[in-house]
Nanobody, 117 residues
Framework: QVQLVESGGGLVQPGGSLRLSCVAS????????MGWFRQVPGKQRERVSI???????NYDDSVKGRFTISRDNAKNAVYLQMNSLKPEDTGVYYC???????????WGQGIQVTVAS
């Protein structure tokens, strides 16, 4: 069982920035990928960005050029730097990892990001 602890959400004005953090209880070298997903009421959870163990990254088109995903192996952490935030970025952001040890996905508890004037 991998525990994930997220932090860094909150309320920000359009054009502002936030940095989300997710710390895993398992060594990141055992995680095939780490990533961030977003969910808004009435819609399915969607992938925002992922980073593979090889450091290859992927972004949804809606956040390309504005968001940056990174990982700190020493801290077992993944980060999402969100710049030039828009109201449509509002939602609950979830950290997700895939463990090679268990062959399972694990989700964080979710953290609210609200972009509003």
């Amino acid at each position: 069982q991998v525990q994930l602890v997220e932090s860094g959400g909150g309320l920000v004005q359009p054009g502002g920035s936030l940095r989300l953090s997710c710390v895993a209880s398992e060594n990141v070298f055992t995680l095939a990928y780490m990533g961030w997903f977003r969910q808004v009421p009435g819609k399915q959870r969607e992938r925002v960005s992922i980073i593979l163990s090889t450091n290859i990254t992927n972004y949804d088109d809606s956040v390309k050029g504005r968001f940056t995903i990174s990982r700190d192996n020493a801290k077992n952490a993944v980060y999402l730097q969100m710049n030039s935030l828009k109201p449509e970025d509002t939602g609950v952001y979830y950290c997700k990892v895939f463990s090679r040890l268990s062959g399972k996905d694990y989700w964080g508890q979710g953290i609210q990001v609200t972009v509003a004037s």
